[in-house]
Each structure stands twice: as C-alpha cells, then as structure tokens.
C-alpha cells in the first residue's frame, strides 16, 4: 500500500499504465482465490452435514415404521 501510494505521488502510474493493472490483477487472485475457497469449502461442508441429517431422518422414519407394523 505504501508503494502504491508513493508510486501514486511521483506519477509513475501515468507513464506505465499496463504494470498496474497486471499488479492488480495478480493481487486479487492472490486474495480472492484462497477466500472464494474458504467460503465453498465452508458451504461444501454445511450441505455435507445437512445431507447426512436428511439421511438421518429417514432411516429413523423408516425404521420406526417397519416397527410400527
């Protein structure tokens, strides 16, 4: 952030327009990859233990209406 800003207070991002944007480009992956994996990991995870819960309840329905005939 520091080097942006004295980049920004010297000029060179006029006289080099296509570094900045490569420098941005390669930042956000850097950020928004791994965090865009965390959250489908987490969201993988919460359908995991809802299947499972689903799951769960029908086997215990059916068990409860074999015993119940």
Same mark, same amino acid.
């Given at each position: 952030?520091?080097?942006?800003?004295?980049a920004d207070? #010297?000029?060179f991002w006029k006289h080099a327009s296509f570094s900045?944007?490569? &420098?941005?480009?390669? #930042?956000?992956a850097c950020f928004g990859i791994p965090l865009a994996l965390v959250? &489908?990991?987490?969201l993988i995870?919460?359908?995991?233990?809802l299947s499972a819960r689903r799951a769960a309840y029908r086997?215990?329905?059916?068990?409860?209406?074999?015993?119940?005939?």
């Open positions: 952030m520091t080097l942006g800003f004295t207070a #010297t000029g900045p944007s490569i &420098l941005s480009s390669l #930042t956000s959250v &489908l990991r987490y995870d919460q359908q995991d233990e086997l215990a329905t059916a068990t409860a209406r074999r015993w119940m005939i």
